[in-house]
């Protein structure tokens, strides 16, 4: 005798003996089992399905269920359940004459226990309803529409709680068998008594995305303009706010959203669709496509931010435990939009612009017309190392966002099994820093199968149950729901799952600030990530490499630093940004890009030398010209450095020279030639620190004057050569004065005859 199969416990009915296929059931006989089953099943113990054969698992099953109405959403005794949906064809298989049927598990009061159901799901014995008619036929591929319709009677739902149910689809395959072909668990919410105060709920929903500009600010790719194009990614985030419901204000006026949302904002991300907007822009050297959608996005979010709460994260979004761990907590640092040193780049292509001082700030300000909060920081992958949270500290962050698996004791305030309280503080060598825990289940609004409206029953499950927790009714009770950044939503699951605080009785809608004035919970200390951050280290060693080329300028730069090399701060800060966790490869590219593009910069400053590579020297002390072009947009302090062999040519210090910008500067080295010829000469230009500018120039300088020491010994030659002379014409006076003179003085021999010839001294010396 053949056994029912997986879906017996859930009710699947044996095929008849041969037939390959079950016979058809008429409308008349459906109802009559329906009336023979239903007593049955609600007078059945759980243990009656002990016999049947495991299901098999969800993601073997070819039918995928989503649920479109689950009426009505909180229950209330006798009420009519009408649970509909859509029923989708997976795999390869055509199955036939498809049925459901809705299981019932134990009640659960606590969070704790509805989670834990997850992982060990219930066997949902404890009631079902009778099998209903779903489909006749369902190709693959193929999709039908379901709907169920049963009662809290027969489903045995007698007190306030949550009850796990299960849709249990079965299906003959065409080997005639029997079996559970496809299901999908959600919950059945009968509301408690309304709690004396109700549990504040805040939302922190992420706009980021990753970067798609070079170094310099040029667009690589029109990938922006996909995600903020109709049905883009970002398109959905901002459709989820949109969606919302709104209601006029007490005071009257233009009506506002039910639920304040918190929005966290990349400046970084906001600026590039700025320039999108401004157009035209250009990507890899063609006209970019999405300067209208850019614009009509960021009309949109202008919309939007006038009427949320806003909160800057640092620009580019950096990953802040990545870049202590590296040793540039700098880079985090001058990120920050709470700093002066926060960076911002004014346009695309090559970076023009100073920085403006709070520059996420002033983005923000500028192009949305906000003034967002700069004192909260979210901790990308929800922990913190210990120096990561003192740089923040440092840089005006007064608050941060963690997940409970960054505290020793981060699940105390979710409301598991006792009150919730998503504020907290962590304790630190500088005394304790505000916290809030975001709650990791209800902001996993994607992870939900079955569905936006299983998302929003699974997030009304949730919140129910925290009136039930011991102590929950009287105290008032907050939750922090925080989706990842790169969140890709149903915005009508997440509208839906937003507006049950302002819908649900015992709950009501908070701002992410307003949390901090709420119940707080004992937590536990900072647990560090368990390596040194997201980011590919390979990639952060070019950062490393950049970051230290940065700074080897901004020791030469003649002014304010953090103003003249904020463009290449935003750099930095883009290409380090926590949305490259996800892409290891592409972050390693763009990490050796912005290394390639900071080494750059150094030859932007060089030495000019003549055509023939010669310079002549017109005298022993004439100077050395030299021609310096500065390319960068900022003033630069330089030294000069020339090497010379031997001691021929002495070359003076010329200290500390300013290069203005985008200009050339002509140097005058004083010199002294010791003696003439020609002399290689290596001229370097550094900063004051030493670090070199540009490449070495070999010269060759070329003097035909007289040294010093070559004056002397001239000089010195000349001398003896005039003594010698004395010395001879002397000698010659006396002999003729001595020796042969007669009586009258007359020379030997007599006296010369008129008009002779009179022997003069020899006019060559000896020497």
Known sequence: MRRRSAAGGAGGRPAVPGSGRPPRRTAAAATLAGLLVVPTVALAPPAAA???????AADEQPVDVELTRLDPRTL??????????????????TLTDLDLRLQRGAPVTTRGELQAGDGDPDPMTAAATPFQDAAAELRPGDSAPFTLTTTTDALAVTGDGVYPVLLNLNGVGPDGERRRVGELATQLVQPPLLPAVPTGVAWLWPLVERTHRDPSGAFLDDGLAREVAAGGRLDRVLASLEQLPRTAPAGGGEPVPVVPVTLAVDPALVEGLAVMADG??????????????AAAFLDRLRAVAALHPVVALPYGDVDADALTATGLPEVLARSLPGTPGGTTQDGAGAPTGPATGLAG????????????RTDLAWAVGGSLRAETLGVLADGGVEEVVLSPAGLTDGSAGLGLSGPAAARTTVPTADGAVEALVADPVLSDVTGVPGGPRAVEQRHLAELALLALQPGGAAAGQSVLVAPPREVDPDPAAVTAAMALSAQLPGLRPATVAELGDGPVAVTGELVP??????????????????VAVRDQLAGAVVGDAASALAPWDAAIARTTSSAWRDEPTAFVEAAGDLRAAMGRLLERVTLLSPADGTYSLASSDAPLVLTVRNDLPFALRVQLRLETRGNALVVGDLGDQVLEPEQRTTLQVPTEVRQPGRFGVVATLTTPDGAPLGDPVQLQVQSTAYGT????????????????????????????RRGGADGDGDLPGGPAPDGAAVPLPPTRSPV
């Open 50 to 56: 002990a016999t049947e054969e495991p299901a098999p």
């Open 76 to 93: 209330s005794p006798g009420a009519t359940v009408t649970v509909a949906g859509t029923l989708t064809n997976t795999g390869t298989e």
């Open 280 to 293: 035209p822009y250009a990507v890899a050297g063609e006209a970019g496509s999405g300067t209208e959608e």
């Open 361 to 372: 700030v002033a983005v923000l300000r500028e192009v949305l017309g906000v003034e967002p």
């Open 529 to 546: 990530p368990p390596g040194p951050g997201g980011l590919a280290p390979a990639g952060l060693a070019d950062v490393a490499a950049a």
């Open 709 to 736: 020491i070559s004056v002397v010994i001239t000089l010195c030659a000349a001398g003896l050569l005039a003594l010698l002379f004395l010395r001879r014409l002397v000698r010659f006076v006396l002999r003729r």
